[in-house]
């Protein structure tokens, strides 16, 4: 195809094969076209044409239709290729912390990493933010984050970044007097609370993202354990998520 070998390349980097290539050139170049028409462009036979077509009609690449009782072949626009690989991208975001856990499960000694004190707070988020997680879960009281650190303002802008980061929070919260607060901004932070009864005694705060498990206590030296570790992650992903359907919904609904 001479001068366009350039975009037989950048159809082969999307996925393509060379062959599915030159099928969806020909018909950029042609339009619509009977398999016929298909095997003299491209110089392959029918045998071969028939199942990369239908594979490429099921991908939604091309389509096909009738024409005067013949069957006909044509692309869809060439922006539903990149439509396409968006939605592709957006579902490996979507389970790569999950493909993570399972491969820190089988290639990885657990790591334990060990911070405190307002600057450790500070540490810990950050490495939440550089995992690339788009949501993690965290159970805990209705003091949390804001007994371990004194500056409310830090960790607002801590939801800030989250927030702009697209990362959501599942939340598990013993009630108590000021969990109505904190739950009626789930909406705009970006969160998803359930809550234990008032008589739960939860000190510590737990928060799981990716294959890292973070152990937070206020009891006396303000410590955060963070533990990398597929196992546990998935243990506690686990009884979280058993323990997310058997908690009260605050929102009145299902």
Not at 24 to 51: F, V, W
Not at 114 to 129: C, N, V
Not at 229 to 243: C, E, H, R
Request: glycine fraction near 6%.
């Amino acid at each position: 195809m001479g001068h366009l070998d350039h975009l037989l390349s950048g159809l082969e980097a999307y996925g393509l094969s060379k062959k599915e290539a030159e099928i969806y050139l020909a018909l950029l170049q042609k339009g619509p076209s009977t398999i016929l028409e298909i095997a003299k462009k491209t110089h392959q036979p029918r045998t071969t044409l028939y199942p990369m077509l239908d594979k490429l009609v099921n991908a939604g690449i091309i389509k096909s239709g009738k024409d005067k009782k013949k069957t006909v072949f044509t692309i869809e626009h060439p922006r539903s290729l990149k439509r396409k690989l968006e939605e592709r991208n957006k579902t490996l975001d979507e389970i790569s912390p999950e493909l993570t856990v399972l491969y820190e499960n089988i290639t990885s000694s657990p790591d334990v990493v060990f911070y405190e004190g307002t600057e450790g707070f500070k540490r810990l988020w950050q490495r939440i933010y550089n995992s690339g997680v788009k949501e993690y879960r965290i159970l805990t009281n209705e003091k949390g984050m804001l007994e371990y650190v004194k500056e409310p303002y830090l960790v607002e802008s801590i939801i800030a970044r989250r927030i702009e980061l697209g990362i959501k929070s599942y939340q598990i919260i013993v009630e108590g007097d000021k969990t109505k607060i904190i739950i009626d901004s789930d909406k705009e932070q970006l969160r998803e609370s359930r809550l234990l009864p008032k008589d739960a005694l939860i000190p510590a705060t737990l928060i799981q993202f990716g294959t890292e498990v973070a152990f937070m206590t206020t009891r006396r030296e303000n410590a955060m354990i963070i533990m990398t570790s597929g196992d546990v992650a998935i243990t506690f992903k686990t009884m979280f998520d058993l323990l997310w359907k058997c908690s009260k919904n605050p929102y009145g609904n299902v």
